[in-house]
């Protein structure tokens, strides 16, 4: 059965990625407020995957994870990229890590 998981954490969610977790959404959320109590828009990251996220997740806020520096890298850039191009109104197709990124712009 998928799991699916949603985070704001470019890093947590770099973590994910970078092990296994397929990115299905990336969606801007205009309801977050900043630390100035200022309206501020924020990407939230939409990820699918088997059992293991809950895991992954618990890992990641203990911090006990483990990853391949080269990969969680790689990851950082696709989903930072991704989080850009939604913030500037752009739209980028959703990808699975082995893939790579291209934006789309409309």
Same mark, same amino acid.
């Given at each position: 059965?998928?799991?699916?998981? =949603?985070?704001? /954490?470019?890093? @947590?969610?770099?973590? &994910? ?7 299905? @959404?990336?969606?801007? /959320?205009? !309801? ?8 501020? !828009? ?5 990820? @699918?995957? $088997?059992?293991? &996220? !809950? @895991? &992954? ?7 006990? !994870?483990?990853? $391949?520096?080269? /990969? ?14 939604? &913030?500037? $109104? ?5 990808? /699975? ?5 291209? =934006?789309?712009?409309?």
């Amino acid at each position: 059965m998928a799991v699916r998981v =949603a985070t704001t /954490d470019l890093f @947590e969610s770099s973590f &994910l990625h970078c092990r296994g977790a397929v990115l299905v @959404e990336a969606r801007v /959320d205009r !309801a977050h407020r900043s630390r100035t109590g200022e309206t501020a !828009a924020t990407v939230v990251f939409v990820f @699918e995957g $088997n059992g293991t &996220l !809950a @895991e &992954l997740q618990r890992a990641y806020h203990t911090g006990t !994870a483990t990853v $391949n520096l080269a /990969d969680f890298r790689t990851s950082l850039t696709q989903l930072r990229r991704t989080m850009y191009a939604k &913030l500037s $109104n752009q739209r980028t197709p959703c990808y /699975d890590h082995s893939q790579s990124v291209t =934006a789309v712009v409309s």
